[in-house]
């Protein structure tokens, strides 16, 4: 049997709630085969970014043809990338691979640490959102690759228009956790507007919430689920990761990969 395969590309979070761990325990749960690259090391937990070691671009190219030249890939999905030169070299191997590319636009951890240094946000916004075929940018991620701020529902409605439009993504989902009110994310896929709404859940165990959503998206697409309705199963795995999320931690706790396993093992 050979499985649906799925590729991260991202930095690390050893308390396991974000990042690569966060990845590789979605595709699990998800039933796509997982595989990582590692692009930077980071010291943090729920708390906060302690320190980071920024591996160097060679050994990025070299973990990526290391996946590639061996096994399929059915989609992609990139998470952290903190400078220009592991960027240019991700876009470079990205030509080489024919598969659905997720990109979350890391920028600043939940703690409020940046783990992505501005100058190179404005390189990710021209060289690599361009080829995505989805990009899951957050309010303040929005807001930083449009330079303007977003207040409301219809703001993130023109928001994401405006990001496939001029930025050139192939579709793109703006999401509302850190509006007040209902946790609803609104998808341009290039032709329609498609609106992913759930109630709010009260947890302030949101470590993770935005790695655990974009790879579930990207697991989903790796099975070959079309792009809205891998969107609206991606929903549903974070929202009940979150309703389930675990008190772990002295700050931000993590989401729970298997709530949705668990679900289906208490009716
Ligand atoms: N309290 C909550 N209840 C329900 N859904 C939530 C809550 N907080 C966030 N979400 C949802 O979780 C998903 C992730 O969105 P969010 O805007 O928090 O991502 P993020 O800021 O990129 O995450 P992070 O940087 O913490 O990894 C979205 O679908 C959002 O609507
Ligand atoms: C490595 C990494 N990527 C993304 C996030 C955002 O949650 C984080 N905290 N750490």
Redesign the pocket.
């Known amino acids: 049997m050979k499985p649906a395969c799925v590729l991260t590309i991202?930095?690390?979070?050893p308390s396991g709630g974000?990042?690569?761990q966060a990845d590789l325990k979605t595709f699990q749960e998800l039933q796509s085969y997982g595989m990582s690259v590692v692009t930077?090391v980071?010291a943090?937990n729920t708390t906060g970014v302690k320190n980071v070691h920024h591996l160097p671009d060679a050994f990025i190219r070299e973990q990526l043809f290391a996946v590639s030249e061996d096994m399929p890939v059915h989609a992609v999905k990139t998470?952290?990338i903190a400078n220009k030169e592991m960027m240019q070299v991700i876009k470079d191997w990205m030509q080489t691979v024919d598969a659905p590319y997720i990109m979350d636009p890391?920028m600043i951890?939940?703690s409020g640490d940046p783990?992505v240094e501005q100058e190179e946000q404005i390189y990710l916004k021209r060289h690599l959102v361009p080829e995505s075929t989805l990009v899951t940018p957050n309010i303040p991620e929005t807001e930083t690759l449009l330079n303007k701020q977003i207040d409301n529902e219809e703001d993130m409605k023109e928001a994401a228009v405006e990001i496939v439009e001029k930025l050139g993504a192939g579709a793109a989902l703006v999401k509302g956790g850190h509006l007040k009110g209902k946790a609803v994310d609104f998808l341009y896929d290039g032709h329609q507007l498609h609106t992913f709404e759930a109630e709010r859940i009260d947890s302030a165990n949101t470590?993770?919430t935005?790695?655990t959503y974009s790879a579930a998206i990207a697991a989903y697409m790796s099975r070959g689920y079309p792009l809205a309705q891998a969107v609206e199963k991606g929903k549903h795995f974070v929202t009940e990761a979150i309703r389930h999320s675990f008190n772990l931690g002295k700050g931000d706790g993590p989401t729970n990969h298997f709530a949705v396993r668990q679900e289906v093992f208490n009716q």
């Open positions: 991202a930095g690390t979070d974000a990042g690569i930077s980071v943090q998470g952290m890391v951890a939940q783990l470590h993770g935005g790695c």
